[in-house]
């Protein structure tokens, strides 16, 4: 299975899968869009096999393109591991100061956003598809984790994983308008006249609004492949039948 690791060390381990046509499904992880269930069940074990975990340790949010975020607890382990009705509902970031637990983003095309505190221990994963960073959903959780978890701010490393690149990401006015209206993602716009399109760069708006909450710019990597361009990538946009990348995290105790 391929499995991209963006963080692997003694405390850390952090990565998305990616798309593999040796694998079921070509590797696809969601249950929520896929031929057969144990495809992705068999899959997601492959992943907590070379995380030295198991699926039960997973925790999974159903995502709904909201800003609800979810503190995850000992009791929550296994939601959505292996069945979706079980998943964290309505939700589309988690976090939790618990070792072992196998925190999941999913997505095709959307930025996920992958973080970790490196003093108190706190892990999180967040799934930011056009919407999600219009609305706020990772600037509204690093606000709560600052105001409600006694986080500084300083102390989060971000990793934003594989997601549709500017060149691929083109809307009209109206989604453009949206954007323009956060007052600070007009540098990771521009306009082609040939289509009347306009193009936006979403990982690098979500990689502003990190600098905003006060994570310094250094501390913030961006994966520059684009999920439509890269083989190796799942494209909603490309193919609304497309399985989808699981991000995770995991603190190791």
Not at 61 to 66: E, L, P
Not at 147 to 171: R, T, W, Y
Request: net charge neutral; charged share 25%; glycine share 6%.
């Amino acid at each position: 299975m391929k499995i991209k690791k963006y963080v692997d060390n003694k405390r850390i381990i952090a990565g998305m899968t990616m798309k593999d046509g040796e694998e079921l499904e070509q590797g696809n992880t969601a249950l929520h869009v896929c031929i057969n269930p144990e495809h992705v069940l068999k899959n997601r074990k492959k992943l907590a096999t070379s995380l030295s975990s198991v699926i039960d340790n997973f925790v999974c949010a159903n995502q709904t393109h909201s800003v609800h975020f979810h503190r995850v607890t000992l009791e929550d382990k296994g939601r959505g591991a292996t069945a979706k009705d079980t998943a964290i509902a309505d939700t589309d970031a988690l976090y939790t100061f618990e070792p072992n637990i196998v925190l999941s983003c999913f997505t095709a095309d959307c930025v996920p956003v992958i973080f970790y505190n490196k003093v108190n221990g706190l892990i999180g994963v967040i799934h930011s598809g056009w919407q999600g960073t219009i609305k706020g959903v990772t600037p509204k959780l690093f606000t709560h984790l600052k105001e409600m978890e006694n986080c500084n701010p300083s102390d989060f490393h971000v990793q934003i994983g594989a997601a549709l690149s500017q060149e691929k990401f083109e809307v009209d006015s109206d989604v453009y308008e949206k954007f323009n209206d956060l007052g600070y993602a007009n540098d990771y716009m521009y306009y082609k006249k040939s289509t009347n399109k306009y193009h936006i760069d979403n990982q690098l708006t979500v990689k502003k609004q990190c600098e905003l909450a006060g994570i310094p710019s250094d501390q913030i990597t961006i994966d520059p492949t684009c999920t439509f361009l890269s083989p190796d990538g799942f494209s909603y946009r490309e193919d609304k039948q497309a399985g989808r990348h699981l991000s995770f995290i995991m603190r190791k105790e």
